[in-house]
């Protein structure tokens, strides 16, 4: 969450000639709601259940970036969709840069109640780390890492980009 996904993958997806696809972006199409209502109206896991659906799809097209909300990988499925489709990435920051992106963010479902509670720092840091460990053998599977913490944008599109290029001219 707030690792760069969404700011990053469209421009990336241009750069590539490829087409970019925000997973909850294409949840809030589908429903008609945020995703933070979805989490309080109908739950998690009616999301988890309708992310998992609309990723299975959006798994089988060629040259396309996928961002991916900050659970999706965790659920093993959903995890084994995405190895078996692509490349997977992750844009890695540490929990206190994740602080600073997320701290006044109330559409975030997993922190909006620290947002709203107006929650110490300490706290909020340790619910990120909370959620990273929790996810952490997902996220260090990834093909490819990339720091976020203080990188700019171009600059890691750049490298991610030469990185993808590479890749597939080594498969051709």
Do not use: C
């Not at 700011?7 to 429903?31: C, R, S």
């Not at 259940?49 to 659920?75: C, M, V």
């Amino acid at each position: 969450m707030t690792s760069g996904k969404s700011t990053i993958g469209p421009i990336l997806a241009n750069v590539l000639g490829w087409e970019f696809y925000d997973l909850d972006d294409e949840l809030v199409k589908q429903t008609g709601m945020e995703i933070v209502d979805i989490f309080q109206i109908k739950g998690e896991e009616y999301f988890r259940k309708i992310e998992n659906e609309r990723l299975t799809e959006l798994s089988i097209l060629d040259n396309a970036i996928i961002s991916l909300g900050g659970g999706t990988i965790a659920n093993s499925n959903n995890f084994e969709i995405i190895k078996n489709s692509g490349s997977l990435i992750y844009l890695k920051a540490t929990p206190e840069a994740l602080y600073n992106r997320l701290k006044s963010k109330i559409d975030r479902p997993l922190f909006r109640d620290l947002v709203l509670g107006e929650a110490n720092k300490a706290d909020f840091i340790e619910r990120i780390r909370e959620r990273l460990k929790e996810r952490e053998q997902y996220y260090e599977a990834s093909d490819y890492i990339f720091d976020t913490t203080n990188a700019h944008i171009g600059d890691t599109v750049d490298k991610i980009a030469r990185t993808i290029n590479r890749n597939l001219d080594e498969k051709s």
